[in-house]
């Protein structure tokens, strides 16, 4: 490692440990000699000064807590020394210039992908069955048992096979080596599938659709309507029981305001009127079988990097997330904005502490006012329950060195890049200018990704520093590590390691060159993501209410 600390900005007066640094090490930094008061683990901060209660803490430039008592220098910055503390924000203060990278290496290049009436290009190719309530989930579930291994859409299940082995064992009196077993699968199977160029059906069940307030049933609609107009999906299954308040006419009516013109198709049964559940079941896959055929035709082709609509995601955040991994997505962000494509940076809990830059890099006062009012009113509605922002740090987050929201948040907002942002979103509105799109989610990652896939991602980049093992039911999620560690611990859900960035052997440039040929290859099908390889497709809608 080249640099055992490192001062992110001119500004900060916290210095990172990009190493476990031991009590009493002598730090040598700006000709200035630090003595480390107590052991100051890799990824977490110490004072390059003297600070006394009340002193603001500044990092990446930003007002991201205050001490809460006297911190000498060299000494660790702790939940206990150091709290919360933010600026606040206003309108645009000041005019935005931006320098777009370099693209030429990319200008001419393009991935190969499913062409929609619409003009949108797919990453993949999948079908939807969805329940508009959960009353219709056990049904959903029927015709999922129905298809999957039918259709060569199943995985052999390895765990059954490893507690076969063990039964095995254990009939046979041999139960002491059960403990020594060894696992020989690490990666889920899949059969032989009848459709080529359908990359899976994708039943997307859910809690929502009755009860609760009609706006959730408002807002669930929205969503699923987002997720049939994805340019992933080819089309949709929907079973409707009739009652209930996510009716088929407001579905109808959030799809007519995506797209003007129907473009796919999609078959919607009602259980109260359609007769007996076997009579209803036997028509929903007999038709969906055809409209399978039919979507099979479709081919991929090849499509300019413009029809590339990034996801910018993080989970499982650490003290490194913010120097390699996020920037290096915010590097691809600013490369796929300058090539005429679409970004979408969502969770706005992880955005507090970094408003007023986000608002002066807004296009006009429209768009830096709507996200003023979305920050403000979530802000509101968090601290109605008696929450807020600052709770938003997991004890994971925490452990590994972002002790307050505002550090979390700094570092978080990197994945947008530094481009001008173009557009302001709420929950389930649909990313359509070319550009970096700000939407508001929850800080929770699959909530967000949910979301963002809602919105018309086509790709999602999900930077991890502790390892999250989640994916996407219809946009392929790309996971990308902060440090080594984390690759090398858990190489079955990462799959770009941007270790190399705190080890002084890449730049973020470098890495975010890396990071989009990669995305290419995903795009185009040649390159499966680790969280598809292991068939993870987790949704979850947003209820609205507060959720962190």
Same mark, same amino acid.
């Given at each position: ?8 900005? %001119? ?119 969805? %329940? ?98 994805? !340019? ?32 796919? %198709? ?126 938003? !740090? ?74 999250? %093992?989640?994916?996407? !039911? ?75």
């Amino acid at each position: 490692m080249a640099h055992k600390t490192l001062k992110i900005h %001119p500004k900060d007066n916290v210095i990172v440990a990009l190493d476990d640094l031991p009590a009493g090490e002598k730090v040598l930094f700006d000709g200035k000699e630090i003595t480390l008061v107590h052991a100051v683990p890799a990824k977490h901060k110490f004072a390059e000064s003297d600070l006394q209660p009340g002193d603001k803490i500044l990092m990446y430039g930003n007002l991201v807590g205050k001490a809460v008592e006297n911190i000498p220098a060299g000494e660790v910055l702790t939940t206990s020394n150091v709290k919360h503390e933010a600026s606040s924000f206003t309108k645009r203060t000041e005019g935005f210039q931006w320098t777009a990278p370099d693209i030429s290496k990319w200008k001419d290049k393009s991935f190969m992908g499913f062409h929609r009436a619409d003009g949108q290009v797919g990453t993949a190719n999948y079908w939807l069955v969805i %329940p508009l309530v959960f009353c219709e989930n056990r049904n959903v579930n029927t015709i999922k048992q129905a298809f999957m291994d039918e259709l060569g859409f199943g995985h052999q299940d390895v765990y059954k096979s490893y507690v076969q082995q063990m039964v095995t064992l254990y009939q046979s009196g041999k139960t002491g080596e059960i403990e020594t077993l060894p696992f020989q699968e690490t990666e889920l199977s899949q059969q032989s599938k009848l459709f080529d160029n359908i990359d899976g059906i994708r039943f997307l069940t859910h809690e929502g659709g009755c009860g609760g307030i009609r706006q959730d049933s408002e807002m669930l609609c929205g969503l699923l309507a987002g997720y049939i107009n994805n !340019p992933n999906v080819a089309g949709a299954t929907l079973l409707s029981l009739g009652c209930q308040n996510a009716q088929i006419s407001i579905l109808e009516e959030k799809l007519s305001k995506l797209n003007d013109t129907p473009n796919k %198709p999609v078959i919607i049964l009602e259980q109260q009127q359609e007769g007996t559940e076997q009579e209803m079941l036997a028509k929903a896959i007999r038709k969906t079988f055809l409209a399978l055929i039919e979507a099979d035709k479709l081919k991929r082709e090849p499509a300019p990097l413009s029809k590339l609509v990034i996801g910018l995601e993080c989970g499982g955040s650490d003290g490194f997330s913010g120097i390699s991994a996020n920037p290096t997505v915010g590097q691809v962000s600013d490369f796929i904005v300058s090539l005429g494509g679409k970004s979408i940076l969502s969770e706005f809990p992880e955005l507090c502490g970094v408003e007023q830059e986000l608002i002066n890099r807004c296009v006009d006062d429209k768009t830096a006012d709507k996200f003023s009012e979305l920050m403000r009113a979530y802000a509101h509605a968090a601290e109605a329950v008696g929450s807020g922002f600052d709770m938003n !740090p997991s004890p994971g987050n925490i452990k590994d060195g972002l002790i307050t929201d505002a550090i979390k948040s700094a570092g978080a907002a990197k994945k947008g890049g530094t481009s001008p942002v173009v557009d302001v979103l709420d929950y389930t509105e649909y990313a359509s200018k070319p550009g970096l799109n700000l939407l508001c989610t929850p800080g929770n990652d699959v909530e967000s990704t949910t979301a963002m896939a809602g919105s018309g991602a086509n790709i999602i980049l999900f930077t991890t520093g502790l390892g999250t %093992p989640t994916g996407n !039911p219809v946009t392929p999620v790309i996971k990308v590590s902060s440090n080594s560690k984390l690759a090398e611990k858990m190489p079955d859900i990462i799959d770009v390691d941007t270790g190399p960035v705190i080890a002084g052997e890449k730049t973020i440039e470098e890495m975010g060159t890396i990071l989009l040929d990669h995305i290419i290859e995903v795009a185009s099908g040649n390159v499966k993501t680790k969280a598809m390889k292991l068939d993870q497709a987790d949704f979850i809608p947003w209820k609205r209410g507060v959720s962190l």
